[in-house]
């Protein structure tokens, strides 16, 4: 049975619109593990989804995807099943890219907030400031530096947040004390939870 000739019109848009979204996926898989593998001199990485590290919609996607194939799979619906291993690559696909987007790099040239958006990454010698408050689990810092004048427009100031977890707080402030503080004086400021540096 020829599921292709048998399927309506529409059905057939949907397998196209599947296709499609299976190519889409493949590729910003490849291109984010292109772009992470790129990065010159990681020093330090962790994970920062919002399920357990995860990412959470694309790992609820990726376990919805696998039950659902395991069910067909049961049930023995063969007509349903190359769609649903479809789903399931999408899922796959998803969640890898996920997962590498919101990993955060620090490298010797910088910070890597997401490895798909150049607008994220922040050389350290463009910071001017950073400010660092304790929170629960780890530290929030918020980077202050300089974005370069374009021909219309003067420079202009851009700030980035990081969450940095306790088990690589220690790592990376001793990398921000090697990168940063060398140009930077500690002064005492009064805000609450926070430290400034100037």
Known sequence: MNTLADASGFEVLLLLMLAFAVLAFTMLAAVTVSNAWRLRNPLIAWKSGKLAGYPLFASLFLGFSAVASLVLYQRGDQALLPVMLCYSWIALTWFFSSYQMSKRYITDN????????????????????????????????????????SPLHDKTMGRVELFVPDERKEAFKKLLHFKLKRRFNEASVFAHGFKQFN
């Open 110 to 149: 910088g910070i890597v907030k997401n490895v798909n958006d150049p607008s994220q990454t922040v050389s350290w010698s463009v910071i001017n400031d950073y400010v660092e408050k304790p929170v629960p689990g780890g530290v929030n810092f918020v980077f202050f530096y300089v974005i370069p004048a």
